[in-house]
C-alpha cells in the first residue's frame, strides 16, 4: 500500500458521511449504525434489504443484532480499505453497489507537480486549450447554484444520456445529491462561446475531492472539455484545502460484466496517471 493510498484508507469515506447519511434519507433509505458504520436500510412489508458501504469498522454482533430485529432478507457488506474481517465472516462474495475501484492523485504539491505527473498528450491537451481560449469555465458552489444552472446541467444530462443510450442517474437522486452537499460541492460548467459544452460534479469530503459525476456534448469532447474540466476541479480542489483528489470509480477487471461500459471513461482517467485502488470484494448475508 503506497503512502497515497494509505493516506486516503485512514479518512471517512464518503459513504459515511453525514451528508451522504441525508442523502440515502431523502431517497427512501434509513440510516443506523454509528459514526463511521452508517448501515442503509429498506423494509419492504415484513423484511427488510441492507447495505453497509466502507465502514471504518464492521462490528460483527451488532450487525447480526440487526438483522435479527428487522428481519433482513438481503445484507450487502462493502468493506473499506482498513482491514476488514475476513471474508468468510462477511458472507459470500457478490457484485458490489458502489464502485469497487477507483483511482486517486495526490494534489497536495504544487500545480506544475501535479501537471507534470499526467501523461503527454493529456499535458498538451490542456495547455493547448488554455491557450487558444475557445472553452470557458464557470465554477459555482451547489449552494448557490441559479435555477438557470440547474436547468442547464440536467438538460445537459439528459442530452448526454441520450447520446450514449444509457439510462443516466434518476434526476431525484441528483436532486438528493445537490440539496445534501450544498455546502460541500462544487459544479464546474464549460462553455463553448454560449453552450454548454460539458460539467462536472466534484464533492468535497474529509480533504478528499470526489469526481462524483460528469457529462459532455460532441463537441465537448472535441475541444476536450472533460480534460478542462478535471483540470479546473483539481485547481479548485486544491483551493478547498484537499489534497486528495478521487476519480470516484472506474472500471474492475474483478466484475467485467458489470463494469463493461466503464471502460471509456476509464481510459480517459487513466491519462492523468492516478494510483489505481481496489477495494475488497463485496458480501452479501442471507437471512437473519
Known amino acids: 500500500m503506497t503512502d497515497l493510498v494509505a493516506k486516503f484508507a485512514l479518512r471517512s469515506d464518503l459513504h459515511q458521511s453525514p451528508m451522504h447519511a441525508n442523502l440515502m434519507e431523502e431517497i427512501g433509505w434509513h440510516v443506523t449504525g454509528p459514526n463511521d458504520s452508517h448501515l442503509f436500510y429498506r423494509t419492504l412489508g415484513p423484511l427488510t434489504i441492507a447495505k453497509l458501504q466502507r465502514p471504518q469498522s464492521i462490528d460483527l454482533d451488532w450487525l447480526k443484532d440487526f438483522r435479527k430485529k428487522h428481519h433482513a432478507l438481503t445484507t450487502y457488506i462493502e468493506p473499506g480499505l482498513v482491514t476488514p474481517p475476513p471474508s468468510s465472516k462477511l458472507g459470500f462474495s457478490v457484485e458490489p453497489f458502489a464502485h469497487s475501484c477507483t483511482s486517486l492523485i495526490d494534489i497536495k504539491g504544487s500545480e506544475q507537480s501535479i501537471l507534470n505527473s499526467f501523461s503527454q498528450k493529456t499535458r498538451y491537451n490542456i495547455t493547448r486549450t488554455l491557450r487558444k481560449n475557445n472553452l470557458k469555465i464557470i465554477t459555482t458552489s451547489l449552494s448557490t447554484m441559479s435555477h438557470e444552472q440547474l436547468t442547464a446541467f440536467y438538460a445537459l444530462h439528459d442530452a448526454w444520456a441520450r447520446k450514449r443510450s444509457v439510462v443516466g442517474y434518476p434526476i431525484s437522486l441528483l436532486n438528493a445529491v445537490i440539496k445534501a452537499h450544498g455546502k460541500t460541492g462544487d459544479l464546474h460548467f464549460c ?29 465537448g469532447y472535441h475541444t476536450f472539455a472533460p480534460t478542462l474540466l478535471t483540470w ?34 476509464t481510459k480517459f482517467k487513466s491519462t492523468f496517471h492516478p494510483t489505481v485502488v481496489s477495494y475488497p470484494p463485496t458480501t452479501l448475508q442471507l437471512g437473519w
Not at 197 to 214: M, N, Q, R, W
Not at 233 to 261: L, N, S, V
Open 191 to 219: 462553455y463553448r462561446g454560449d453552450e454548454l459544452v460539458g460539467s462536472l460534479l466534484i464533492i468535497y469530503y474529509e480533504g478528499v475531492a470526489t469526481y462524483y459525476a460528469a457529462f459532455a456534448t460532441d463537441s
Open 232 to 265: 479546473t476541479a483539481i485547481q479548485q480542489a486544491k483551493a478547498e484545502g484537499c489534497d486528495i483528489f478521487d476519480f470516484g470509480g472506474i472500471y474492475d477487471p474483478r466484475y467485467p460484466r458489470m463494469y463493461k461500459k466503464w471502460q471509456g471513461f
